[in-house]
């Protein structure tokens, strides 16, 4: 198993669905997890960062299943503005932590 | 969030030229630095892991000798691409981060052209 994996997409919904995205990872010792967006030609930005169960920031929901080792990321009333590049975040533990990405989830959210 | 600038955001050099770039965190001491690089409709690839006062860490397959990575203080970064050419275009981000579990915040990147 690759050590952060994410299902590419894209993702096509439209204005006011709701979404979710997995991502899987392989280090059963991580313990933080991060979910950034990246619009096109652009640097990533935080979106949420998920230390314990989960977290919530207004239409945005992050869960941790540590049992079945994935994250996910729960997009209510999807807005056009919420097209862009969803990447999952996983710190090596032990040494650096080196931050793990995933390939990045791609949600376009159309009219 | 943190504030991370880099300098410039975008350049055009000559083949065989080198070009410097800065990183810094404005509002936070960063314990560790991140260089990436990404080419279009790639992922991000790490580059090296930079930490205050030691050498880089590079990744396998990036030349240490190519890019140059000095890590000066708490808030400062430098990447130098020496002798670029033209397979070394590319979209080149910087990330600072306070502890090893904390979150990255990355700079608004450098597009680099090399013609």
């Known amino acids: 198993r690759k050590e952060v994996e994410q299902d590419p997409g894209p993702f096509n919904v439209p204005e006011g669905a709701t979404v979710a995205f997995n991502c899987t990872y392989s280090?059963?010792?991580?313990?933080?997890f991060f979910w950034y967006r990246q619009d096109c030609r652009k640097e990533p930005k935080l979106l949420m960062s998920?230390?314990?169960s989960g977290n919530e920031d207004g239409r945005f929901t992050a869960q941790l299943n540590r049992a079945s080792q994935y994250i996910s990321l729960l997009i209510r009333d999807s807005k056009l503005s919420d097209s862009a590049t969803y990447l999952c975040?996983?710190?090596?533990?032990?040494?650096?932590?080196?931050?793990?990405f995933g390939r990045g989830t791609s949600l376009i959210v159309h009219p | 969030g943190a504030v991370v600038s880099q300098h410039p955001s975008r350049v055009i050099c000559k083949s065989g030229t080198s070009v410097k770039i800065e990183c810094r965190s404005l509002?936070?001491?960063?314990?560790?630095m991140f260089w990436y690089r990404q080419f279009p409709k790639q992922s991000l690839m790490l580059m090296a892991t930079?930490?205050?006062?030691?050498?880089?860490?590079?990744e396998q397959g990036v030349e240490k000798d190519k890019f140059l990575i000095n890590h000066a203080s708490l808030t400062l970064s430098t990447l130098t691409v020496t002798s670029a050419h033209p397979e070394d275009s590319s979209f080149y981000i910087c990330?600072?981060?306070?502890?090893?579990?904390?979150?990255?915040?990355f700079g608004p990147g450098t597009r680099l052209t090399v013609t």
């Open positions: 280090n059963s010792a991580s313990q933080s």
């Open positions: 998920v230390y314990s």
């Open positions: 930079s930490n205050e006062g030691s050498k880089a860490t590079y």
């Open positions: 990330s600072a981060r306070k502890g090893a579990l904390d979150e990255q915040y």
């Open positions: 975040v996983v710190p090596a533990s032990g040494g650096s932590y080196i931050p793990t």
């Open positions: 509002d936070f001491q960063a314990t560790t």
